[in-house]
């Protein structure tokens, strides 16, 4: 399953936990950007993610599936997607 159909997967109803989590890894992110104001280069530098972290997030994502009310297809869905983020995750 492709990750972007997986964030906004279409037969989900729209909650604001999977956003809370969705802003705090891009606030996490932010944090970490070196990148100062007068600096004029828009590169920039994305923080290495050790396999733990990764992993962890994919628990949360577990987690908090786990909690919402879905049809059997979409959690089997998002179970397979899952495992899959791990198995990648885990080949790194």
Known sequence: MDLEIYINYPEEEVTTGGN?????????????????????????????????????????LEQYLMQQDLSDKARLDHDQALLNLQKTIKKS
Do not use: G, P, T, W
């Open 20 to 60: 809370i989590f969705i802003n705090s890894i891009v606030e996490d992110s932010n944090l970490n950007d070196n990148n100062s104001k007068e600096d004029k280069d828009d590169s920039r530098e994305i923080s290495l993610i050790i396999h733990y972290k990764a992993l962890n997030a994919v628990k949360v």
